[in-house]
């Protein structure tokens, strides 16, 4: 790495630094100051609020901060005639904005890792701990399908991997021709075990004089191959959020089952696609800056900026809660808009780049 690349990182990055703390400290701020009455006494509890509420915020902040940044950055170089300085030593516009490229790259890449910890459920277990339900976390009456099975769960346990009141219907055209009911429910080797199970067939012939149900009794049976209790607890709910190895299971048996996952693969696109949407920005803020200060109005291109770079970011957030809702399918919704905007910003940047 060239002496300048390394001078050009160091500022962004102690600029970059700075914009982060500055707003996750104000979001999580004003949103303790709103939940303080509900927040538990307890100190451990509220010490894990604010973890998971800072990284909560971490994935809007974090892609902001990338590009206030280097706004702040391009502003000071700009005010202390350092983009004359290098141009004088010969450096091209890619050897200046590359280094701020690729760093904030690895930075989105960071924050993709993260969402496929159990930190990307941060906004459910923060809200478990302002419900007084972080320790009992519990899912009634769940039902669902399954191949040609349909199961029901009385009670779901996600946090023990187990459930409770398990019934199992085998479903042969519009007929049931088979219940299979247990009392508990476990899930190891990615296979949920039902043990003490009752199993009960209807003959295919049904007549008056010899038909009846033949009832038998197993110790376990095993059945939902890859159904995680996590996707099991969230696949269901409206405002649930996944971590991106469950999205992705999700998406694969739910297609398997017929299933729509079109909020799944909103959440997923969400957290992979959307996040890189200020890429094309970095380029187009460094295009539009100026050498120097002398014929240039900082203050028209700091608001500028900031104001077009929240507009970009309020659009592709705008277009995925109406995703996440079931408004739009999301390849129409993320994916192509997404794609629009890197072929806007390319256009956009070359011919002032070129002018």
């Keep these: 790495m060239s002496i300048l690349s390394k001078y050009i990182l160091k ?3 102690i600029n970059f630094i700075i914009v982060l703390l500055s707003l996750e400290i104000f979001f999580v701020g004003i949103d303790i100051l709103q939940n303080f009455k509900s927040l538990p006494h307890s100190a451990n509890l509220q010490l894990l609020y604010v973890l998971y509420m800072s990284f909560f915020t971490l994935t809007l902040t974090l892609p902001l901060s990338i590009v206030f940044g280097w706004i702040v950055t391009l502003v000071v170089f700009i005010r202390n005639n350092e983009f004359v300085a290098f141009n004088a030593l010969g450096a091209t516009n890619k050897r200046i904005f590359l280094p701020v490229v690729n760093i904030s790259v690895l930075l989105l890449i960071g924050l993709i890792i993260l969402q496929m910890t159990p930190l990307a459920y941060s906004a459910d277990q923060k809200s478990k701990i302002l419900n007084n339900q972080y320790f009992t976390s519990t899912k009634n009456d769940i039902f669902l399908k399954y191949n040609d099975y349909y199961v029901y769960f009385k009670k779901l346990l996600p946090l023990e991997k187990r459930a409770e009141d398990i019934h199992i219907f085998k479903v042969s055209g519009k007929d049931v021709i088979e219940t299979i009911i247990g009392e508990k429910a476990y899930f190891q080797n990615n296979k949920w075990y039902v043990v003490n199970v009752k199993i009960i067939d209807k003959p295919k012939d049904l007549n008056i004089d010899d038909s009846k ?8 049976l095993h059945t939902l191959d890859g159904f995680k209790p ?3 607890d969230n696949v ?4 649930s ?8 299971s999700a998406v694969v048996l739910l297609k398997e089952q017929g299933i729509k996952t079109d909020k799944i693969r909103s959440i997923l696109y969400n957290q992979i696609v959307i996040p890189f949407f200020v890429i094309p920005l970095i380029l187009l803020i460094f295009a539009y800056a100026s050498l120097n200060s ?14 077009g770079t929240l507009i970009i970011w309020g659009i592709f957030f705008m277009l995925f809660k109406f995703t996440k809702g079931g408004v739009i399918i999301p390849e129409i919704s993320i994916l192509l808009p997404m794609l629009i905007w890197v072929i806007i910003s390319m256009y956009l940047y070359n011919k002032k780049i070129n002018s």
């Design 11 to 13: 500022k962004y990055l």
């Design 230 to 232: 996590k996707i099991l």
């Design 236 to 239: 269901y709910e409206s405002n």
């Design 241 to 248: 959020e996944f971590s991106i190895f469950d999205a992705v």
């Design 213 to 220: 149900l033949d009832i038998k009794y197993e110790k376990f």
């Design 294 to 307: 002398r014929f240039f109005n900082i203050g028209k291109f700091t608001s500028m900026s900031i104001f």
